[in-house]
């Protein structure tokens, strides 16, 4: 239900931003704040990573748990996240393969995240949990 209203919502924003762009050339930096820019589709039952922030420069989607994500371009280069999952755990992201070293990006069901800053490039493990840390 809350995807779906967060799906109309994206349409909604982003003919809004077609709409403004076209017609009166507000500056980008008001539409950047009021909005997300991005496609944040994401699978069911999924923990979405792009390669660079807005969710853009390429997805990744991992189900389960993945005690190394190196096998992919993905790794130390997630800059957005969505944690698109149905078992109502957070999607966590390690710093180092094993689940090791920081917790740097974790996500409640449902929740993403435009831009990772400094808790970015990181990524070289996913699990879940109940909890962060
Ligand atoms: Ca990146």
Redesign the pocket.
């Known amino acids: 239900m809350r995807g779906k209203i967060l799906r109309k919502a994206a349409v909604r924003c982003l003919t809004g931003v077609f709409v403004i762009a076209a017609a009166t050339a507000v500056a980008p930096t008001q539409v950047a704040s009021a909005h997300e820019a991005g496609d944040f589709s994401c699978s069911s039952g999924a923990l979405c990573l ?4 807005h969710y853009t ?1 390429g997805r990744y989607s991992f189900f389960g748990t993945n005690s190394s994500i190196h096998a992919w371009d993905i790794a130390d ?3 957005a996240s969505r944690n698109n999952g149905t078992s109502g755990l957070r999607a966590r992201v390690w710093q180092h393969v094993n689940y090791g070293g920081d917790n740097t990006v974790c996500l409640t069901m449902g929740a993403r995240l435009a831009h ?1 800053f400094a808790a ?2 990181q990524a070289s493990s996913n699990d879940w949990s109940s909890s962060c840390g």
């Open positions: 792009w390669i660079d922030a420069g280069e997630d800059s990772h970015g490039d």
